[in-house]
């Protein structure tokens, strides 16, 4: 394809803000056809590289260089809005990665992908357009197309409206298509299916696309060439396979290492980046800690091993993992209902099952991992296990303590011996508070100075410096919030830690770090972990054991790698696939 | 693509929204207030008193806006009417806040119930404007400045419950008041330590309009004679005192109004610039 005209032709491109540069003079061609995977993490400038190319950078930043569209004669970053707009959505097109924001909730979205084709005039009439515009819909396989086109956004699923929103970007047939994040959004099994129908369109069309993404495995899904972005610049530009097996620049290799869940060194921990930029000034970049990891190892093996079940079909409710003696956490029978809210003006509001009939053990000094997509129940689950949420019906022990039905004041021991690590680094951290007392809150009739002493061990513990101590959230990066919310959950001694989603919002280099430092601190406290998370590669590194719940119910359980190697429940088979590892990612692309 | 067609670009500056509308209303309450300041202890002339000597003359160089029908000069009612102006402002939105913000909070950190309970009688209380309220305090209580400031408190705190309650509902809902819930805090902690600094933005807002509300509310109630009693001076009365020569020294109208417009707008304009700057959603994505 040397001797044709690239379809996108990016030369030097910088971006600044009057402060800063943001993207370093990056330069990349992209062929007719070619699909091309732009990879990198929070803040390397991935998306500012797509919205240069589409003319949608905010204006308080100044782009310089030149971008060329095939067939197109002007520069993209110096032509006007009026050009552009004749460009955007019918020569090149975006798929954004919230498809409920992106799309208009008050129009039913047939109407809203034939409005694409009557205000670039590609098709003449209302009638034909909507004629068209379902023929769209069939093409990205939404059922019943017909139906489809008209209901509004939010009576469609996430995968749904993405679908949707790639029939809007595919109607006027571009020459290119920019994906940013299009299936981060999602849950795995429907990203799967999301992706594969994007590579299929692309393909069909011959449209050239640029996937933005963070997470290699969709670029190996989707692409054939991939970019790496590293603050700014393109690092690393080669062939998906070769950069998967063989990368070349030290942060694309390090990069694919971390993403590696299932690959440890030899002291049984993740591979983390430990290259001097990615770590930032008021954090160790990787924790020294005393720790002999197989001598602790040795101590806090579980005593007790799962047996692997699964729920037939019709089959009775089965107790999971159940565990002889006393169990840290016993629950049994558990539903939970909900009343949506709405319904009719006359029609009671219809009642929505959380969970249904869960029950199950989990042994002292576990490592218990929940996996389920959203709205499985899996939160819920863990709102009633911390007694933030209550029952509708069934027992939940845990610590002895009978949580259903408890009063506050009875939970006062409890409260301090189960702590939450909650998914998402910003929400968790009271903004206005300091460190130091967002960390000493959960501690209960203490000194003050006593209080600073202990908030000073325990950042030290999660590898924090004291001088964080009187800083504001805001401060820290994504990794070093989730250590702060660390060390809170840990500053009372609890024998029991429930994380929710902890990793999910971090970057994959962080990511590894966070994940060492939760399995040496469940070594060092002896935590029983319940680790909830939609991600079946995280919890197979971390748990020993794992429950698999969908719609309200465990659905199988059983030791991890055993659950992972032979995946018994068809959603579970469904699952494992949905999430390869590295190396079943580098054997599908070489094969 | 819906998105690009229909949203339109954010065009203020990353990090600094609503500068423009800030300073100005700053601007504009700094005046009063040096107003309010200076004739604590210095007015060119006495503005309390009757001056046969001085009646209705024109704005010149010893009365620089000229003098009333009682020969007192304008531009030393003016600079003392600041005082009340302020003073009703001050306490009005003190009382609503004192009222409505702990009755709000309550409300939205006990979804069902109690607060369907309270919100309802939150929205009849609504219902009821303040300025009638005043009114009616007026008649029962007798007409004077305690009973206007009062009044005005109780009739905008119930804005000031609807903003915290909301504010609440979403402070709740952060993991952070979980995480606190979790390891066994109270309410009347969780209200104090989380929600109150975290929706204290909205509510400065909140503070900023009513002010300039007040401001306007207390010059009504004095123009119906129901508000500041003579002789000290009040925005509202010199302009009922000015009514009666309005076409003999429309001037006398002009002046008082320009004075109370600007307090408002002040108000108003402060108000604006701090929602754009605490507003999340005004901010720039990064």
């Not at chain 1, 218990?368 to 689950?381: D, M, Q, R």
């Not at chain 1, 939940?396 to 408890?406: I, K, N, P």
Request: glycine residues 10%; hydrophobic residues 45%.
């Amino acid at each position: 394809m040397t001797d044709s005209t690239p379809t996108l032709s990016v030369t030097d491109l910088r971006v600044g803000s009057p402060f800063t540069e943001l993207l370093h003079g990056i330069s990349f061609d992209i062929a007719a056809g070619e699909r091309v995977g732009l990879i990198g993490e929070s803040g390397s400038g991935k998306s500012l590289t797509a919205t240069s190319v589409m003319g949608l950078l905010p204006e308080t930043l100044t782009a310089t260089g030149t971008i060329r569209l095939n067939g197109v004669d002007a520069d993209l970053l110096s032509a006007g809005e009026r050009r552009l707009n004749s460009l955007r959505g019918n020569t090149m097109a975006m798929v954004f990665q919230e498809p409920m924001t992106a799309l208009n909730p008050l129009m039913r979205v047939g109407a809203q992908v034939a409005e694409i084709m009557t205000v670039h005039h590609t098709e003449r009439g209302r009638r034909q357009a909507r004629q068209r515009a379902v023929e769209l819909l069939a093409q990205v396989k939404l059922p019943n197309p017909a139906e489809a086109a008209l209901a509004f956004p939010h009576q469609l699923s996430g995968g749904q409206r993405q679908r949707v929103m790639l029939a809007m970007a595919m109607a006027n047939d571009p020459q290119l298509l920019l994906c940013d994040e299009p299936t981060t959004a999602l849950d795995v099994t429907v990203q799967a299916e999301v992706l594969k129908l994007i590579g299929n369109l692309v393909t069909d069309r011959g449209t050239a696309l640029l996937l933005i993404t963070h997470d290699i495995a969709v670029v190996a899904e989707v692409c054939q060439r991939v970019l790496v972005m590293y603050q700014g610049d393109i690092v690393e530009d080669g062939p998906v396979g070769r950069v998967l097996t063989a990368p070349q620049h030290p942060y694309t290799q390090k990069l694919i290492a971390a993403s590696d869940l299932s690959s440890v060194d030899d002291r049984g921990r993740l591979h983390t980046m430990s290259m001097p930029v990615v770590s930032t000034p008021g954090a160790a970049p990787s924790s020294p800690r005393p720790i002999q990891a197989d001598a602790t190892a040795a101590l806090t093996a579980p005593p007790h091993r799962a047996a692997h079940q699964c729920l037939e079909p019709d089959g009775p409710p089965i107790i999971f993992n159940e565990a002889t003696g006393a169990p840290a956490i016993s629950v049994r029978g558990l539903s939970r209902q909900y009343r949506r809210r709405g319904g009719g003006l006359f029609t009671p509001a219809p009642v929505v099952h959380g969970l249904r009939e869960v029950s199950f053990d989990v042994a002292e000094g576990q490592r218990f991992g929940i996996v389920g997509e959203s709205g499985s129940g899996k939160s819920t689950l863990m709102r009633i296990l911390c007694a933030l949420d209550q029952p509708t019906s069934g027992t939940v022990d845990v610590l002895g303590q009978s949580v259903d039905g408890a009063s506050e004041r009875q939970l006062r021991e409890f409260r301090s011996e189960v702590q939450i690590v909650f998914q998402d680094p910003m929400g968790s951290l009271d903004p206005r508070m300091r460190v130091r007392d967002i960390v000493a809150e959960p501690l209960r009739q203490v000194s003050r100075a006593e209080a600073l002493v202990r908030v000073e061990a325990q950042l030290a513990a999660v590898g924090l410096d004291a001088d964080v101590m009187h800083r504001h959230p805001h401060q820290f990066s994504g990794g070093q919030r989730q250590r702060i919310s660390i060390a809170r959950a840990l500053i009372t001694r609890p024998r029991v830690l429930v994380a929710d989603e902890a990793v999910s919002a971090l970057d994959v280099s962080v990511r590894a770090q966070v994940l060492n430092l939760l399995a040496d601190l469940v070594d060092e406290y002896r935590l029983t972990l319940v680790f909830v998370s939609h991600d079946l590669g995280v919890i197979r590194h971390l748990c020993d054991t794992v429950a698999v719940i969908s719609d309200g119910r465990i659905v199988e359980c059983g030791p991890t790698a055993s659950v992972y190697d032979r995946p018994l429940h068809p959603y579970t088979q469904q699952l494992v696939t949905a999430t390869p590892s590295m190396d079943e990612l580098a054997r599908r692309i070489t094969s | 693509m819906t998105a690009i067609k229909y949203e339109t670009r954010a065009r203020r500056p990353a990090g600094h929204g609503g500068g423009t509308t800030l300073w100005a209303g700053l601007v504009l309450i700094g005046l009063v207030l040096l107003a309010a300041v200076v004739s604590v202890f210095w007015t060119p002339f006495d503005p309390e008193g009757v001056f046969s000597d001085s009646i209705l003359l024109p704005p010149g160089a010893k009365h620089l806006l000229g003098t009333d029908s009682f020969g007192r000069d304008v531009f030393s009612s003016i600079l003392r009417g600041a005082q009340i102006s302020l003073l009703v402002g001050t306490v009005a939105v003190g009382i609503a806040a004192v009222l409505g913000v702990p009755f709000g909070i309550v409300a939205g950190m006990n979804p069902g119930r109690l607060d369907q309970f309270m919100m309802r009688g939150n929205d009849i209380s609504l219902a009821f404007p303040a300025l009638l309220l005043a009114i009616i305090f007026g008649a029962i209580f007798g007409a004077g400045t305690v009973t206007a400031m009062v009044a005005l408190g109780i009739g905008t705190a119930p804005a000031f419950a609807l903003i915290a309650r909301s504010g609440t509902m979403q402070i709740m809902s952060r993991e952070y008041v979980q995480a606190a819930r979790a390891s066994g805090k109270s309410g009347l902690f969780i209200g104090l330590r989380h929600v109150l600094p975290n929706i204290s933005g909205m509510l400065i807002v909140q503070a900023s309009v009513s002010f300039g509300i007040a401001v306007l509310a207390e010059a009504a109630l004095s123009y119906l004679g129901l508000g500041t009693p003579p002789p000290t001076p009040s925005w509202g009365r010199m302009l009922q005192d000015a009514q009666g020569y309005l076409f003999i020294e429309p001037l006398l109208i002009v002046w008082p109004g320009i004075a109370i417009a600007v307090a408002v707008l002040g108000f108003n304009l402060l108000g604006d610039g701090l929602r754009d700057r605490f507003d999340p959603k005004m901010q720039v994505k990064r």
